[in-house]
């Protein structure tokens, strides 16, 4: 993180930079339009009366945005007003402008009010199209003028793609609603994110006639795609940001204070811009070079079969972790790989009263980082056999019980506890721990009430062998 602006209220907006004037803009739900240094600094803000849920975008010097209230608004760079036009319902998607300027935009609300709108360079409307049920991201602009669009309407939720004059030409159905941007790359294909009724979001990538080249299902997926010039995308889900190439493979995340709701903006020198539920704005490199190191590797001997990893992560650009192990003087081999922001690992199927070493590193599209330092852990023995042979004897003094055993024949056995229960099935009660004699006597008990023992044998490791049977008695009178 190189620097964070905090606003009064969270911010859910994509932010804009303005190349020529080294200036970031943003909206907030405080209201407000802020326009930002490159450094973080405030330059000016101006108040369009309600919540901004939705991204500026500026084009030939004009800054581009609307309020919740269906406001749009044109501004100068220095933050006075062009001009502005209500539009009837809600606006939550963002404008975009046309390669003949006009701008387009989409407005949420009944069958009265929601439509997609080209509006012209001087604030009038060139052109609506009435939609049934609502428009809730903003529109892709292709390379022939056409705008692709996601409405849901009575057949469904669908991507349309309009020509310049507003009449449509085709539409794709997606399995749910298509809430972010929808964005086309440098090699014209066409990028749109829908939420699932499942709780996922899938990505599409659809060619300018209409048909599917792929689909990726990721998580939720909360903000619109940006799309770079060698056609990596970058997207936020939940608290994390996902960098994925065109094939659809995440190549790196990195994770945030809250949920991210902005989308991203890429800046000329492959810097990545977004906002987070946090009310802060963060700056991040695209991950041009390979990840930091994990470091504080450590292994965790549960069992004479299984060792558990942990470390820490060094790295906010790591697609994820490759991990490697040996045994005695032998080369490290790859075990396994694990996903980004994963920092445990447990090896299973081990050889009993081995020692492992284990070293980790985290990797990108760039390459893998250096090495963690190693770390070792000697698997523990096989488990020891349960206690048997046990008798109840009832010896006929002070109301007892003697309860004996035979102790397994096994160096790595260490102590036996003793659990008493009134009722068969039940361990019930902690008679005694740390018995290393092969009887006890069990006394003050009540005559004629039948009492239930449970054995476990526990080795030097502290593991637990339960005996597969309960053994009962009881006191005569």
């Known amino acids: 993180q190189l620097w964070a602006y905090e606003t009064l209220k969270s911010i859910v907006s994509s932010p804009v930079i303005d190349p ?64 502005s036009i209500r539009l009837k319902g809600q606006g939550f ?3 975009v402008v046309g390669l003949d300027g006009s701008v387009y935009i989409g407005v949420n609300g009944n069958e009265e009010n929601s439509a997609i709108y080209a509006i012209s360079e001087i604030g009038k409307i060139r052109w609506k199209y009435p939609v049934t ?21 009575k057949n469904g939720d669908n991507l349309y793609a309009f020509s310049e004059a507003g009449v ?22 066409i990028y749109a994110v829908s939420n699932e009724p499942t709780g996922t979001s899938k990505i599409y990538r659809i060619n300018d006639n209409g048909q599917s080249d792929w689909h990726h299902q990721i998580g939720w997926i909360y903000s619109a795609p940006s799309i770079d010039s060698s056609g990596i995308m970058y997207v936020g889900g939940d608290s994390t940001i996902y960098a994925i ?29 977004f906002g987070c539920m946090d ?72 050889l009993a009263v081995t020692k492992y070493e284990y070293r980790v590193a985290s990797y990108n599209q760039k390459g893998e980082s250096a090495y963690s330092d190693t770390c070792s852990g000697k698997t523990f023995s096989e488990p020891i056999e349960e206690i048997k042979a046990v008798q109840i004897i009832d010896i006929g003094a002070s109301n007892s019980l003697q309860i004996r055993w035979k102790k397994p024949d096994d ?22 721990n740390n018995i ?42």
């Open 168 to 189: 449509p030409k085709w539409k794709y159905a997606t399995s749910g609603w298509i809430n972010q941007s929808v964005m086309v790359g440098p090699d014209g294909g």
């Open 436 to 477: 290393t004699t092969d009887y006890i006597i069990d006394e003050n008990l009540v005559p004629n009430l039948r009492y239930y023992y449970t054995l476990k044998a526990v080795d030097r490791h502290g593991i637990e062998v339960l005996s597969t049977r309960q053994y009962s008695g009881a006191v005569r009178k």
């Open 20 to 83: 020529d004037n080294d200036t970031i803009y943003v909206g907030s739900r405080d209201g407000y339009l802020y326009s930002l240094t490159i450094d973080g600094n405030l330059r000016w803000k101006y108040y369009i009366g309600d919540s901004v849920e939705s991204s500026p975008i500026i084009h030939n010097g004009i800054i581009y945005i609307i309020s919740v209230s269906g406001e749009l608004y044109a501004f100068l760079t220095n933050g006075n007003v062009k001009w």
């Open 133 to 153: 049920y609502g428009i809730r991201a903003a529109a892709g602009v292709g390379y022939d003028n056409s705008i692709y669009i996601g409405i849901k309407d």
């Open 279 to 350: 009310g802060k704005m963060y700056a991040l490199e695209c991950g041009s070079s390979p990840p930091d190191a994990p470091e504080h590797l450590n292994a965790r001997v549960c069992s004479s079969k299984t060792v558990e990893l942990s470390w820490i992560d060094n790295s906010n650009n790591e697609t994820g972790f490759v991990i490697e192990r040996k045994t005695g003087e032998g080369e490290f081999n790859v075990v396994t790989d694990v996903p980004v922001n994963i920092i445990k690992f447990t090896d299973t199927n081990l």
């Open 245 to 273: 190439n065109k094939d659809g493979e995440i190549i790196w995340a990195y994770t945030a204070g809250s949920r991210i709701a902005s989308s991203p903006t890429i800046s000329t020198d492959r810097m990545v811009y």
């Open 411 to 432: 160096s790595n056995f260490s102590h036996v506890r003793l659990y008493r229960s009134i009722i068969p099935g039940e361990i019930g009660s902690l008679v005694r």
């Open 93 to 95: 998607s963002s404008p």
